[in-house]
């Protein structure tokens, strides 16, 4: 009896060891997954110095970000601002590259990071830049700012006045070098801005960033942005680190013809903000890789057929004399052009059944033979479309919040479509989907010849950049479209 109960034991041991077991590994796999995701969150929390953004150059569009307006101390990523005002006085031909720079007593005795230049000597306007895009000279930095503003305080004054000119809403300047100073604040957001300033507006010095070392008397200096020499693409920007800010760094890098800018303030050690920020920009472009964004780019123009060059010539004629009536363009064209070589141009995927319709459909193609957007007026609008509402405008708000001219605007794709009616349609559900402060944008209706018929491609113009980022992420397949493709 004992020997076959022991026996039932062993035989059901392996059972229930192999269940535990497998309970121990399902609850393993759930801690993998939980660990991490909570771990990373519980760091940020625990980090309050920290703060992060991904934002594609090209666009402006916001990869990815956290905490990436909450101020914090930008040390030497300030210096980036320091060279911005030296290349604006550069290119205003008020500085030389060969000017000399005084080392004043003021700018010699700030801390390291330093070349120690003594008091009274004088160092190159280039060398200077290079000091600070390397070496991350203070008392370098604190030189040129009395060079360009007089004194220190003065210049970092005008600092921020050109922090705000560019949009930097939330950052003050209080010195040239980015030593701490309690008052001296920034956001992710906000450094991110200056760096695409910095590369839109200053191509011709943004190359000094990537300077990886420089000698000056003899001395070869290393630049701190390691992940120049690891990170594929890396071509700059800076690095910066004071007790109160931690490792900040904001870089830029190019692969597959897409450039990104990363901020990572509060890193722990120069490692982690490197791994940090060579993760945030390898989810960026994994990102970028998926969206396909409309940029700017010459179209070649099809050679108009013989019959729709008379079409062109008729309609370039009597432009003006239609505009004085108030008749619309379609009205002008002959009966046998409506029906003869609109319906065999351009019938193919156009299943509208009204003839107007068709008729539009044919001044689209003109539209497109001749390099330009087509503008949907009023009448043909879809069927029980909902007018797009006014912006209201709050009391108080700046211009940028309406929407912008259309000669000089953004639009939004929404969708490109073998029929008008579905792109009519589309335009029409779109508007019902977007914010009463995004609705007010004008359909545009733009036409590319497929094979053996027609793509329409449905756009909403009139916005600022920024609403056209903004409205996009409320549709589904929306495509910002930069303002020289809507011309």
């Not at 290119?91 to 009274?120: E, F, Q, T, W, Y």
């Not at 179209?299 to 013989?306: F, I, N, Q, R």
């Amino acid at each position: 009896m004992t020997g076959t109960q022991y026996k039932f034991r062993i035989d059901r041991a392996p059972n229930s060891f192999s269940r535990i077991l497998k309970n121990l590994f399902l609850v393993s796999a759930l801690v993998a997954l939980i660990v991490p995701a909570y771990t990373h969150s519980a760091n940020a929390r625990s980090n309050p110095r920290y703060a992060s953004i991904v934002v594609d150059f090209d666009t402006g569009l916001v990869l990815s970000e956290r905490y990436a307006d909450k101020k914090l101390h930008p040390a030497s990523l300030t210096k980036a601002m320091t060279l911005m005002m030296m290349f604006d006085a550069i290119n205003s031909g008020r500085v030389g590259l060969k000017d000399r720079i005084r080392m004043s007593k003021h700018a010699a005795s700030m801390v390291p990071s330093k070349l120690n230049i003594p008091i009274g000597s004088t160092i190159r306007v280039e060398d200077a830049i290079y000091a600070l895009v390397t070496k991350s000279a203070n008392d370098v930095a604190a030189a040129m700012a009395e060079h360009l503003g007089g004194t220190e305080s003065n210049f970092a004054k005008m600092m921020t006045a050109k922090a705000r000119q560019i949009g930097m809403k939330n950052t003050r300047f209080m010195n040239a070098s980015g030593l701490h100073n309690p008052r001296q604040v920034s956001t992710a957001r906000d450094m991110a801005i200056m760096a695409r300033t910095m590369i839109n507006d200053y191509p011709g010095q943004y190359k000094y960033f990537s300077k990886r070392y420089f000698t000056y008397q003899g001395k070869t200096y290393r630049n701190h942005n390691r992940l120049m020499e690891s990170y594929k693409g890396m071509d700059g920007l800076k690095t910066g680190y004071v007790s109160a800010s931690g490792f900040n760094l904001v870089a830029s890098a190019v692969q597959n013809n897409h450039r990104l800018i990363g901020v990572v303030f509060g890193g722990r050690s120069t490692s982690t903000r490197n791994a940090h920020m060579a993760n945030i920009l390898d989810n960026g472009f994994e990102k970028i890789g998926q969206i396909k964004v409309a940029a700017f780019r010459n179209v070649p123009v099809p050679k108009p057929k013989p019959a729709l060059l008379q079409a062109l010539a008729s309609l370039n004629a009597i432009a003006p004399a239609a505009a004085q009536k108030g008749s619309s363009q379609w009205a002008n064209l002959n009966t046998s052009l409506q029906n003869g070589m609109f319906g065999r141009l351009v019938g193919e995927g156009d299943i509208d059944p009204a003839a107007s319709n068709r008729i539009e459909t044919g001044l689209m193609a003109i539209a497109a033979h001749k390099g330009e957007a087509y503008k949907a007026p009023a009448r043909t609008q879809a069927p029980n479309r909902i007018q797009p509402a006014r912006i209201k405008v709050p009391s108080g708000a700046s211009d940028s919040t309406r929407l912008t001219s259309i000669n000089q605007a953004w639009a939004i794709q929404i969708g490109a479509f073998t029929s008008r009616a579905q792109t009519d349609k589309a335009l029409g559900q779109a508007v019902l989907k977007l914010p009463e402060g995004l609705r007010n944008g004008q359909p545009v209706i733009v036409p590319t010849k497929k094979g053996n018929g027609w793509l329409f491609r449905a756009r909403l113009n009139g916005y600022s950049e920024a609403q056209a980022l903004a409205a996009c992420r409320y549709l589904k397949d929306c495509i910002p479209v930069h303002p020289n493709v809507t011309r």
